[in-house]
Structure formats: C-alpha cells, structure tokens
C-alpha cells in the first residue's frame, strides 16, 4: 500500500500552509500594539493622541496629573552631570521618565520619552514628554529643566 499523509481527511481537503493566502486585515489601534507603529498624523492610541511619529506603547490606560504638580516633580529631581556620550540627554530623560512612571504618587501616569529635535532639522536630541489630558502634550528638556517646543521622531510612552 502506497504511503499516505497522516493528516485527518479534513486536513486533507484544506490547502497547505504554504498555499495560504494572507488576508490583510485593517490596522486599527484600539488595542496595544505588539511592535512600534508609525503614525504620519496626530493618532489616538490608546487613550492618548501622539505627533507624527513612530510610537513604542508601554501601557494602555493613563492617568492625568496636573501640570504643575508633574512640573513641580520633575523640576526636583537630580538628572546628573552631563557626560557626552555616557550621560547624555537619553539617559536623563530615561531616568525623569522612569522617576515619575515609578512613584506611587503618579502611578499610570501619562509620561514617556521623545527622541527628535528642537529644531525642526536640528541635532537629535531627547526630552521628556507629558500628557496633562488626552490631547494636550508637552515636552520637558531636563537638561535644562524647561517645557521645550520639540519635534518627535519617536515616542516610548
């Protein structure tokens, strides 16, 4: 007797993997991303509205401090010395980011970090971002320890 494939008769009358065709299915955003997602205008994801960017989601549901307090926050904090290339603008705003999202006062609290530039084809350069509600977001260079008009190339939030 000839040798036949183990597969069950239903398996059988389906075509092989390989034979698959993909079906695309529409991007939506109402759920986390598995991956980064490059937006190309203002988005909603999540319950936030980012820039133009590409954005890496850390969470899902924020929750909206006032400005002053998150100000007041960050302006307290103690960044370093700037070392080019060791401790730079990266790692302390990694260190703000993760300061604030850490504190049991701000739990949920919409922040993350911005890499971009201040101008619009200037250095690279990163700063903090803060979301006081869903659509209204700023930029905190703590570096300098100001709010900075800034453009985002990517977004870790």
């Known amino acids: 007797m000839p040798h036949?494939?183990?597969?069950?008769?239903?398996?059988?009358s389906r075509p092989a993997h390989s034979e698959h065709t993909r079906v695309e299915r529409k991007r939506t955003l109402s759920k986390r991303p598995e991956r980064p997602v490059s937006i190309r205008g203002e988005k909603k994801v999540g319950d936030l509205y980012y820039p133009?960017?590409?954005?890496?989601p850390l969470d899902w549901k924020r929750t909206f401090y006032p400005e002053e307090i998150i100000l007041d926050f960050l302006s307290k904090l103690d960044y370093g010395?700037?070392?080019?290339?060791?401790h730079d603008c990266e790692d302390q705003s990694l260190q703000?980011?993760?300061s604030i999202r850490n504190s049991i006062k701000?739990?949920?609290?919409?922040?993350?970090?911005?890499?971009?530039?201040?101008e619009p084809d200037g250095?690279?350069?990163?700063?903090?971002?803060?979301?006081?509600d869903e659509k209204t977001r700023k930029y905190w260079d703590p570096g300098?320890?100001?709010?900075?008009?800034?453009h985002p190339k990517i977004v870790v939030a």
């Open 4 to 12: 036949e494939s183990r597969r069950s008769e239903s398996e059988r």
């Open 52 to 56: 133009p960017c590409t954005i890496i």
């Open 81 to 86: 010395s700037w070392i080019e290339e060791i």
């Open 96 to 98: 703000g980011m993760a």
């Open 106 to 118: 701000f739990y949920g609290a919409a922040v993350g970090m911005a890499i971009g530039s201040i």
């Open 123 to 132: 250095p690279e350069h990163a700063v903090i971002i803060y979301w006081i």
């Open 144 to 150: 300098i320890k100001i709010n900075v008009y800034f």
